[in-house]
C-alpha cells in the first residue's frame, strides 16, 4: 500500500522541484518499484509513467514531477492586446498524480498495482505556474504565497522596483498571480508635468477571472478608457486595481515620454522569471547589421566565351540581421531589472501597438553595475538578433 508522506503546494511553479514523498508497505517485496502517473489535464493520460527502484534499507522515495509537468506549459502574450481582463491559459497546467507500486508475486512475474493513492484528482487538479526561482530564493511556497495578489500582498508577477517610462502609443502588460478572482474594478488618472489631473476614469465591468491573469495598461487601455486625446499633454498616470469591494489591489505609475527623439525607439518585452513580460525604451542610437552567408559555384569556361558570361554564381544567400542597442543612462533598479532581459529565453520587439517581432539577445556575459562612490551607471548596450534568416534567389 502506499502513502504519501509529503506534498508540493497546490500552486507550484514548475520550472523548479514539485517534490511528493511516498512510502510503500510492501517495499520488502522481491524487485520493489515506486510508480508515479503523471496527469495533464487536456492531455491523453497518463501522460508519462515514472518508476523509481528502492533504495536498501528504505521505504521511502522522494518523485520529482516537475520535469514532465513542465513540458506542458508555455507562455502567454499574444491576446494581451485585447482590453479584457485575459486569463494566461498557457502560463499554468493543471495536472494530478496517481502513485502505486510494482513487484514480483511468487511466481516471480511482475504485477502493477496501479492508483493506490492520489495527489489531486481530474475533477480538482493542482496547479503549476511558468515560473522560476533562482536557487537561494527558491521554496515551494516561493510562488503561491510570495505572488498571490490581495489586499495585504500587493504584487504582480512583473519587475515595480522603478518607474517605468512609456510613449503614449506602446503597450505594456501586466500579470498577476489571481487565483481568487479578485480583480473587478480598474481606476485611471493621467497627469501633467505640474502633477495636476487632467483625466480621470474607472471601469468596473471586467469578467472576473482566476488564476494567472493579464490586463493591458499601455495604448489600447488608454483608448479604451477614453484618455488617449490626454496623452500629449501628460507627464505620467497612474492605474489602480482593485477589488469588488473597492479595496486597492495593486498601484503603477508610469512616466509619459512625448519627445521627439532623433533616434529610433526600440521597445522590447521579454518573459521574466516570474512568468510575466516586462518592457523597456532602448532610445539612443541603434546600429542595423546584416551578417551575410553566401555559397557558390564556378563554371568551366568555355572556348570561345563572351564577355559577360557568368563564371562565379552564388547559389545560396542567407542574410541573418541584428541591431545594436543603446539605453539612456540607468539607475541600479533599471540596470538589476534588465538582467532579466538578458537572460530571458522569450524576447519580442515591439514594431507597432499591435505588431510583435520575435528576437533573441546575443549575450555571455551581463555585468552587475551599481552606483559606487559618485560614479554614475553607464548606458546598457547590448545586441539583439531577428529569430528569423532571411535568403535570396538561387539562379
Request: with cysteine; net charge negative.
Amino acid at each position: 500500500m502506499i502513502t504519501i508522506i509529503e506534498n508540493p503546494n497546490n500552486w507550484q511553479n514548475v520550472y523548479n522541484e514539485i517534490v511528493v514523498g511516498v512510502s510503500g508497505s510492501n517495499s520488502t517485496q522481491p524487485n520493489y518499484q515506486f510508480l508515479c502517473d503523471v496527469n495533464v489535464s487536456g492531455q491523453s493520460n497518463p501522460v508519462t509513467r515514472l518508476t523509481l527502484p528502492k533504495q536498501p534499507l528504505v521505504g521511502t522515495v522522494k518523485i520529482n514531477v516537475a520535469d514532465v509537468v513542465k513540458n506542458y506549459v508555455t507562455y502567454d502574450f499574444g491576446a494581451f492586446n485585447s482590453t479584457a481582463l485575459v486569463k494566461c491559459n498557457n502560463s499554468e497546467v493543471k495536472y494530478w498524480l496517481q502513485l502505486g507500486e510494482i513487484y514480483d508475486n511468487v511466481s516471480g512475474v511482475p504485477v502493477i498495482y496501479a492508483n493506490q493513492a492520489q495527489y489531486g484528482t481530474s475533477g480538482s487538479p493542482k496547479l503549476g505556474s511558468n515560473a522560476i526561482f533562482d536557487f537561494l530564493d527558491w521554496s515551494k511556497t516561493a510562488f503561491s504565497t510570495g505572488k498571490l495578489l490581495s489586499e495585504s500582498n500587493q504584487v504582480s508577477l512583473n519587475d515595480n522596483s522603478y518607474t517605468e517610462t512609456i510613449k503614449p502609443n506602446q503597450q505594456r502588460f501586466l500579470t498577476f498571480f489571481d487565483p481568487n478572482g479578485e480583480i473587478t474594478i480598474v481606476d485611471l488618472f493621467v497627469y501633467n508635468a505640474a502633477g495636476v489631473s487632467i483625466f480621470s476614469n474607472s471601469f468596473s465591468s471586467y469578467t472576473t477571472q482566476s488564476g494567472i491573469v493579464a490586463l493591458n495598461i499601455g495604448d489600447s487601455f488608454l483608448d479604451f478608457m477614453g484618455a488617449s486625446g490626454f496623452m500629449t499633454s501628460a507627464a505620467s498616470y497612474k492605474v489602480e486595481i482593485r477589488n469588488a469591494g473597492d479595496s486597492l489591489l495593486f498601484s503603477k505609475t508610469l512616466n509619459v515620454d512625448n519627445s521627439c527623439s532623433k533616434y529610433q525607439t526600440y521597445r522590447l518585452h521579454w518573459l521574466n522569471s516570474l512568468g510575466g513580460f516586462d518592457a523597456f525604451n532602448f532610445n539612443l542610437v541603434s546600429v542595423e547589421q546584416t551578417q551575410i552567408e553566401n555559397k557558390e559555384f564556378k563554371k568551366i569556361q568555355a572556348l570561345g566565351y563572351s564577355k559577360t558570361d557568368r563564371l562565379k554564381t552564388k547559389y545560396y544567400t542567407k542574410l541573418s540581421e541584428s541591431v545594436i542597442l543603446n539605453s539612456d543612462l540607468l539607475s541600479d533598479a533599471e540596470y538589476a531589472a534588465l538582467g532579466e532581459l538578458v537572460f530571458s529565453p522569450i524576447v519580442m520587439l515591439e514594431t507597432s501597438p499591435s505588431n510583435y517581432v520575435p528576437v533573441n539577445v546575443v549575450a555571455n556575459n551581463y555585468v552587475k553595475r551599481k552606483y559606487e562612490q559618485g560614479q554614475t551607471i553607464p548606458n546598457l548596450q547590448l545586441t539583439i538578433e531577428y529569430s528569423f534568416d532571411n535568403y535570396r534567389q538561387s539562379l
